[in-house]
């Protein structure tokens, strides 16, 4: 069973930069695709961004491409989000997940495994 914990969220200033972290255990690290997730009060929990297992390329929701950058590191199993420029729409909890399914996978549900959230809340 593969265990997630995120790091890093907290306040953050409109136009700051933060980075969060998501420290994997449990299964080899290299052999899943990982995503981000946020959802933000009174919504749905909504796509960020994913990086994939097998060559390390990432593919992001519209809101936040060109701004967040999702990055791993298989030594360290671990997978990073850094937020540049983050403005109060990105207010949310944000989750990281792990699957094993193929191609690109975009929604919840394609996900097996999931961290317990990190708040991130940005102030303008």
């Known amino acids: 069973q593969v265990r997630l914990v995120e790091f890093g969220g907290g306040l953050v200033q409109a136009g700051d930069s933060l980075r969060l972290s998501c420290a994997a255990s449990g299964r080899t690290f290299s052999t899943d695709t990982m995503g981000w997730f946020r959802q933000a009060p009174g919504k749905e929990r909504e796509f960020v961004g994913t990086?994939?297992?097998?060559?390390?390329?990432?593919y992001y929701a519209d809101s936040v491409k060109g701004r967040f950058t999702i990055s791993r590191d298989n030594a360290k199993t671990t997978v990073y989000l850094q937020m540049n420029s983050p403005n109060t729409e990105d207010t949310a909890v944000y989750y990281c997940?792990?699957?094993?399914?193929?191609?690109?996978?975009?929604?919840?549900?394609?996900?097996?495994?999931w961290g317990q959230g990190t708040q991130v809340t940005v102030s303008s």
């Open positions: 990086i994939r297992r097998n060559d390390g390329s990432t």
């Open positions: 997940a792990a699957t094993q399914w193929l191609g690109t996978p975009v929604r919840d549900y394609q996900y097996t495994n």
